[in-house]
Every structure is written in C-alpha cells, then in structure tokens.
C-alpha cells in the first residue's frame, strides 16, 4: 500500500459498529483468591453484579463443603470468569470484595455483599499535600497527583489522560479515594473533560468518558419492559438568577427571575435560587431561561430485561426495539445490574434518552480553556 493511500486511511473516520446481543449460554466460575493461601474454587448459586454507580456492588451466595464454610471471611477478593459454554476459554470478567460473611451450616451456604475493589481505597485517614515546591514551582496536575497515591498505597497504575490543570491541595483525614476524586474534580472544571475512577485486575484506571464506537442492540428476547418519565430533582418552575457586574473595585449585585407560565399553572410554584455568571442583566436572564429549560425537560428512561451480557457496561449506547414504543436510536446506559443463576444470565438494564456526554456546562469550560490557550500562545508570539 503507498504512503499516501495510507495517511488517507489513517484519517479517515471510523464508522460505528454495531452490533445485536446474541443470548450465548457462558459456563461460570468464582475463584477466591486468599493472598498468600492457595486460590480456592468455589460453586455459587447465585450472583448478582450492580453497574449503577461509580462503585460496583453486588451480592453472592456460595456453597461450600462442611470443611471449607470457614475458609473465606471479610476482606477476601472473588474473582468471577466466564467462557462461551465448552470452550474453556475463560476470562476475568469482575474482581469483587467480600463483605461480612453470613453461614449456613445446614444448608452449607454462604451469602455475603460485594463491593469493587475500590472499597478499600475508602478507608482509611492519611494527610496528603499537593503544593507548589520546587520541583513542581507551577503546581501539580491530576495525573501526577494521581501516580503519587498509587506509589502510596503500594497499587500498580495504568496509563493516565495527559492533564493540564495546576493546583495546590493539602488535606488531613482523607481517604486515597477522596483524594483521587478531588485531583480529578480539579482537571473537570478547568477543561471540562469527565472521567471514571475505576480498578481492573487490580491495577488503577482513569479512562476519559468518550462517546463509544460500539452499540449494542437489544431485541428479540425481551422478557420485560417499562417507559417512566418522571420530573429532575433539580425541577423549578420560577428560577432567580444571581450575579455581579465589576464597579472598579466593587462589585454590584445582578438578580434576575425568570418563569415559565405554562409549567406553573400545571405543578404551581417552585421556586429555586442559583448563581451563575452574569454581569448583566440581559446576560443573566439569558442563562436563567436557559438553565429554567433544562430543568423543566422531563428525565425518560427505559427499563428492560434479558438475556445478560458481560460486555455492556454503564455509558455504553445502546438501542433498544420495542413493539408499539417509538424509542431514539441510541439510548444511553444508566445502570445494569446482573443476575447469574443455575437458569443462566440475565440482566436488566436501564437507559436513558438523553446523551451523558451532552454537559452545556462543560461545552463552555472547554470553550473558556481553548481561549486561555489561544491568548498565552498570542502573549508567548508577542
């Protein structure tokens, strides 16, 4: 192939895949992986993996021999592998934590909750300093700030999104996760950008959300369905918008109120205050009337269930096919919670109609970032 004919290629835009979910039958097995003692296999009954927040929960229910019913207790870590049914070609699809163990010692059961690996990294107070010094005269960033909690606490780490945001934090009492959370919160509202926290295998991941090039389409074997439409916790239907305007060394107070008529002959009056920044007073009733729309538009979500999937996590678009329901193209992935029994995997999954990644907030931090950098490079010329 030329050169040319490969640059050509090289930048051209992918198109995105998608893809139907086939109800494969997986074998499944749970390992207890016990430190320094011998991994031990274990038969469970049921399993139930819960994709809804940034922390992974779940719960399990094994059964062990008589011998064995005090051989796993707080703390343990199960691994969970599943294959297409005798192929034996097994891969790690979770790594949970093992919670205070409850015993049956006549039905030789064990049931415990589970929670991700990143429950630990909540616990516990350290004091952790992020100042400027003179090795870092301009401050730290959150990948740097990043690696440094890892080395701490003795966790490997994978490969971080390049920061650019400077900041000095110092903090007593805080957990590594509190910490990694606000190190990031920091990179959020100086470029806009959004990230996940998570642990995979045992190695520390921060993955920028991007739109994905998969979608995964859902149809055919549906056992249950529910549409819902239901009101935002921030809903308002008269909104007062507060800012300043710069009066040399002062600053003079703007305040502004905006209604929607319709919404408040329908659910009455609700009314919010916010602060946002306006300096005037055409600016401020703008960004009101526009912040009043967002919280008047209703949150649509669906709910269905069938056969489960490993590989859809949350974020992920999905598109769902329901008879009589004219549904968007792409749905986005709220929370997925899967069930794994003797019967098989099923999951239900809740999605909803507006985009995670559509953050008007955001848009304009990245606008204000993009024309900080034009300005230094202008500055930098002259």
Not at 34 to 61: K, N
Not at 330 to 359: E, K, N, Y
Request: glycine share 8%; with cysteine; charged share 35%.
């Amino acid at each position: 192939m030329s050169t040319k004919r490969a640059r050509q290629r090289a930048g051209r835009k992918a198109a995105p895949r998608e893809y139907r979910l086939k109800p494969i039958t997986r074998d499944w097995r749970i390992t207890a992986l016990r430190g320094d003692l011998p991994d031990m296999p274990c038969r469970f009954e049921q399993l139930v993996i819960e994709d809804a927040s940034t922390l992974m929960t779940g719960s399990v229910r094994l059964r062990l021999a008589r011998e064995r019913m005090l051989s796993l207790s707080e703390g343990d870590v199960l691994r969970v592998d599943s294959a297409p049914i005798g192929t034996g070609a097994f891969r790690e699809e979770w790594r949970m934590r093992l919670g205070a163990p409850e015993r049956d010692p006549i039905a030789r059961t064990l049931s415990a909750q589970l929670v991700a690996d990143m429950g630990p990294l909540q616990q516990g107070a350290l004091t952790w300093s992020f100042v400027k010094s003179r090795a870092r005269p301009k401050g730290w960033t959150a990948d740097a700030a990043t690696r440094h909690i890892a080395e701490r606490i003795g966790m490997p780490v994978a490969s971080l999104p390049k920061c650019t945001a400077r900041f000095s934090i110092s903090k007593k009492k805080a957990s590594p996760y509190e910490m990694l959370v606000e190190v990031w919160k920091r990179e959020r509202e100086e470029t806009g950008r959004r990230f996940v926290i998570e642990i995979r295998r045992g190695v520390l991941v921060v993955r920028e959300v991007k739109a994905s090039g998969r979608t995964m389409h859902l149809a055919g074997r549906l056992t249950g369905a529910t549409v819902s439409r239901r009101r935002r916790d921030t809903f308002a239907t008269v909104l007062t918008v507060k800012g300043s305007t710069p009066r040399g060394r002062r600053r003079d107070p703007v305040r502004v109120t905006v209604s929607s008529r319709a919404a408040r002959r329908r659910f009455g009056l609700i009314h919010r205050e916010v602060d946002l920044e306006a300096s005037t007073v055409r600016g401020a009733r703008k960004l009101g009337l526009r912040s009043l729309e967002r919280r008047l538009r209703p949150i649509r979500s669906v709910t269905v269930t069938g056969p489960g999937s490993p590989r859809l996590r949350r974020g992920d678009p999905v598109q769902i096919d329901l008879e009589g329901e004219q549904l968007p193209d792409d749905l986005w992935t709220r929370s997925i919670t899967h069930t794994i029994t003797a019967a098989g995997h099923q999951m239900q999954v809740v999605a909803r109609f507006d985009d995670p990644l559509d953050d008007p907030a955001g848009d304009r931090i990245k606008k204000k970032a993009r024309e900080r950098a034009k300005s230094r490079r202008e500055r930098q010329r002259s």
